[in-house]
């Protein structure tokens, strides 16, 4: 199954969309990430596989390929750990995710939800190109709330466990795209 959910790196003061695809599909065990990704973004593999699985989540086994596009643009950091790691739990479970929704936070293998930089500017920028709802880590939740105009900016919880678990469960919703 295919899952696609937004994220925003930075540009210098402004924001880039990035558009998480994964894709879960029949073949040998592995998890490829493609889409120019520094090795900071590449070690994404590790935390995330580790924070799914101490979330009580079952990690897919299967062939299991992450896009990160557009594929000429260099991502970096960690500020996506998050997104990945909510779009392979949708693709796992064949649900689409929530419309106009981004997500922006790194994975402790223990699966807490923590800082990134340049949330006020990723949450504004998101809010201009019309995105409703944005998950933060809860350590950035007073900086996104700077940002008016945006109907729900939401905290992701300390520990992506409680997001992400009643994110499977969840019904699917109709397609965003």
């Not at 997001?163 to 965003?176: G, M, N, Q």
């Amino acid at each position: 199954m295919l899952a696609t959910v937004d994220s925003c790196l930075l540009a210098g003061l402004e924001g880039r969309l990035v558009e998480v695809q994964a894709d879960a599909g029949n073949g040998k065990t592995e998890f490829q990430l493609v889409g120019l990704a520094a090795t900071s973004v590449r070690e994404a593999r590790q935390r995330v596989r580790s924070a799914i699985k101490n979330s009580a989540l079952p990690f897919p086994l299967a062939r299991l390929t992450v896009n990160l596009a557009p594929p000429e643009m260099r991502k970096e950091g960690s500020t996506l750990d998050l997104a990945i790691a909510v779009s392979i739990v949708l693709a796992h479970d064949g649900r689409k995710p929530p419309p106009r929704t981004a997500y922006l936070g790194e994975l402790a293998l223990d699966g807490a939800v923590r800082h990134v930089d340049g949330v006020l500017v990723a949450v504004r920028w998101l809010r201009d190109h019309g995105f409703g709802t944005v998950f933060v880590p809860a350590a950035d939740a007073a900086e996104a709330a700077l940002v008016d105009g945006i109907p729900a900016c939401r905290r992701a919880p300390r520990s992506s466990s409680t997001w992400l678990t009643s994110t499977a469960r969840k019904k699917p919703s109709a397609p965003s795209r």
